[in-house]
């Protein structure tokens, strides 16, 4: 433990979220040797905000989730970068395959059943011992039955509540409700206050902003404090983490190695599920590894239409496609089976002329392989089926596309039946690999007889750790679950070298 903490090598797998507070939060507390490993040509991994339209859009993370212990909140609260989006994702029209509109009255108690399920899981579900998908399901039907939900048309409720699972899959990022634990979808802590807050016209990139204090530095790129500290276009291919002299060595996409006190990889769980055997060389402990296969990574994608005007009324937000069962036949089958998966569009903030639509599963996974005039020709299909307006053609189309860039195979986190049954969670991700060190201890807390000689004490010295998203045990699938666990990261290693934040803030 020769080195100083200052010219300890720090290199920190992944530039999104996770990695940039990690990294920040490690200059902060005066770690100068930090150096950010990126496979894209971008900061922010899942964050990804692009103009398009009048403004930008966000392919990926698009709203702050909650106001109370909600870290992301805190940051942006503070230089008032955010606001509510309002009711979009709750005044929704239910429009029918066949052009007819639920009525007001229809709809809005379906969407009070669902409400009130919502209000009753975190009681009845500490008792489910099966999936999240069949406790709604009996739930749903259960209220439905009820004397005052008689008059109900069964066939409306039943396309409702098809519509409300995708919904909800898209939620959780999952294929099938029937894949998520009931009692694991607890582990999930949602912040209380409006949790659709969005950025305004700037985008979840602020974010990144405020983290590397870009517009406080006044730089003239977002990489602020990282600056000449982020090497880009460079995957890791093999981390060599069982060295014998206790450094971590990556080989990194371009042939170029490089060798590290400490490495804190945040690529997504997607990314470790499809390459860790190989990436990790040994292969990681058990426990780890059953972390990986245990919990779950899904898809989500999403679908921006500009059109040269807006050919809706000013008050209408958005609507979800309920399909007839005979209108289903036209699209089963075909080239375009998968848009039974896009579930609804909505209105975009700051977007006057954008519809932004939602596809889950399989079929999103599917749609990132498609031609993009196919794509278009399919939302096209659905805009002109379900809607009883002119629909002009647009003048503008974007798609996220998660599944197919081997940078991150998929959206977020979940909790599956596959974690429960395999006794796994988020702290068994975020266990570090560590080596047994030496480190001084302080004469005065030294029981040897003679104090004025510092003395050793057997250690557990991290050398690979791992944060992002999946790792955070109650906010997973979300930005502030991704920063807290950058920032977890950065903290423990402050923690070993007896680091605090009066020595953090003494760096600033």
């Known amino acids: 433990m020769s080195k ?52 930008v859009i966000d392919l990926g993370a698009q709203w702050c989730h909650g106001e109370q ?39 809005n108690r379906l969407k009070a059943i669902v409400g009130d399920s919502l209000v009753s899981r975190q009681m009845e579900l500490q008792h489910c011992s099966g999936s999240l998908g069949s406790y709604l399901t009996n739930k749903f039907y259960e209220m439905l039955r009820r004397p005052e939900n008689a008059d109900i048309d069964k066939v409306l409720a039943n396309e409702f509540f098809d519509n409300y699972q995708k919904f909800e ?45 870009s517009r406080e530095l006044e730089t003239s790129s977002d990489l602020g404090v990282l600056e000449q500290r982020v090497l880009f276009n460079r995957a890791v291919k093999k981390i ?34 499809e390459q860790h055997l190989q990436m990790f060389d040994p292969q990681l402990p058990v426990a780890k590894q059953r972390a990986i296969q245990g919990l779950a990574f899904g898809t989500v994608n999403k679908i921006f239409v500009e059109f040269p005007e807006a050919f809706w009324p000013e008050d209408w937000t958005g609507f979800t496609l309920l399909w007839r069962e ?21 209105r975009v903030s700051y977007q006057p002329r954008v519809l932004a ?81 030496m480190t001084p201890q302080s004469p005065a807390r030294s029981r040897s007889r003679s104090r004025s000689l510092p003395q050793q004490s057997r250690c557990d010295r ?13 906010y997973y699938s979300t930005v502030h679950g991704a920063v807290e666990a950058g920032w977890r990261e950065a903290d423990r290693l402050a923690d070993f ?10 760096q600033l």
């Open 4 to 55: 100083s903490h200052r010219d300890l090598k720090i290199v920190v797998i992944g530039a999104g979220a996770s990695g940039v507070a990690c990294a920040t939060k490690l200059l902060e507390y005066g770690f100068q040797n930090v150096l950010i490993v990126e496979a894209e040509s971008r900061l922010g991994g899942r964050i990804h905000t692009i103009p398009f339209g009048e403004n």
């Open 240 to 273: 060599l983490w069982n060295r014998n002299d206790s450094r971590v060595e990556l080989q990194l996409s371009n042939g170029e190695c490089c060798l590290a006190d400490h490495v804190i990889v945040t690529v997504s769980l997607g990314v470790l599920k």
């Open 462 to 474: 991290p050398i690979v750790q791992f944060a992002g998203e999946a790792s955070s045990p109650h």
């Open 69 to 107: 212990d909600n870290i992301v909140y805190q940051l942006a609260s503070q230089k008032d970068l955010l606001e509510s989006t309002g009711p979009v994702y709750e005044n929704y029209q239910c429009v029918r395959s066949n052009r007819e509109v639920l009525p007001d009255n229809v709809a």
């Open 169 to 213: 899959n898209s939620v959780e990022a999952s294929d099938s409700l029937e894949e998520v634990s009931g009692r694991g979808y607890l582990d999930y802590w949602e912040c209380e206050g409006d949790i659709l807050l969005n950025w305004k016209d700037k985008g979840f990139v602020e974010l990144l902003r405020l983290l590397t204090r």
């Open 326 to 346: 005979e209108d289903l036949g036209d699209i089963r089958n075909t080239s375009r089976a998968w848009l039974e998966d896009v579930f609804g569009f909505y």
């Open 357 to 437: 639509g939602w596809i889950i599963n399989a079929s999103g996974r599917h749609m990132e392989s498609l031609d993009r005039n196919e794509v278009l020709a399919g939302c096209m299909y659905l805009f002109r089926r379900f809607l009883h307006w002119h629909i002009p053609d647009p003048v503008s189309f974007c798609t996220s596309a998660w599944y197919t860039n081997p940078n991150f195979r998929g959206s977020y986190s979940f909790r599956s039946m596959d974690t429960e049954r395999l006794g796994t969670g988020a702290q068994d991700l975020a266990q570090p690999l560590t080596v047994v060190a």
């Open 497 to 506: 070298y007896s680091l605090n934040d009066a020595t953090a803030k003494s």
